[in-house]
């Protein structure tokens, strides 16, 4: 097992709780008028305020409500993405995507299983391995038509991007152990962590966690 703390932070206003001239800061609403956003109070999954997307184009083709867009990727690491969603809507469902860059050269995708309908709040989220070549990543968060012509709305709180695998050589990973045992052993004696949506955790599997505002990267 490897520890890693870090105090990088991929991600702007992942909560939405900053606003401004009805956008959320940071983010870019790539289609007004087809998928329009609106700051939503009434129904949250934490803190004061989501988003709500609505797909109020029976016609359109666009998919994205909100993106934004992540530098400092390093290629070949693997990085978690997710987010919370409010799917009670069966006309539409909701995914996040991730797009790769090599500058501006586009590489490829990855993106997360599809929300379900459900009367409730529900985590949707994914690893993927950047490619060897990427510097540069946008997080998307999509909404998709159920049929071709239907019409809906989806809620999303609480993003999440962070870097969660490392290259190591077996000479590396014995310094790291070394260096990091009895951090680990004391990380183990814990009787909990939080995980990156603050939720309580016993059992450390691979993934990223807090502890006295420090953030661990545990990769088995």
Known sequence: M?????????????????????????WNVEHPNAIPVFKESLNVFSGSFCVKAIKQSPTTNYRTAL???????????????????FDNDTNVYARVVITWYKDSI?????????????????????????????NRAIFKINIYPEDTLSIGEILYDLASFNCCGVKENFKLVKKIHKKHGILLKNLLE??????????KRKNFKNGIYFKNNKKIIIIR
Request: no cysteine.
């Open 190 to 199: 814990q009787k909990f962590l939080l995980d990156i949506f603050g939720r």
């Open 2 to 26: 490897q520890i890693f703390i870090t105090f990088i932070f991929l991600f702007q206003n992942y909560d939405f709780e900053e606003w401004i001239n009805g956008t959320p800061l940071y």
């Open 106 to 134: 586009y590489l490829t995708y990855g993106m997360t299983l599809p929300s379900v309908d459900t009367n409730s709040w529900q985590l949707l989220s994914a690893i993927k391995t950047a490619p060897d070549t990427a």
């Open 67 to 85: 993106s934004q867009e992540i530098g400092s990727i390093t290629g070949g690491l693997e990085y978690s993405f997710g987010i919370y969603v």
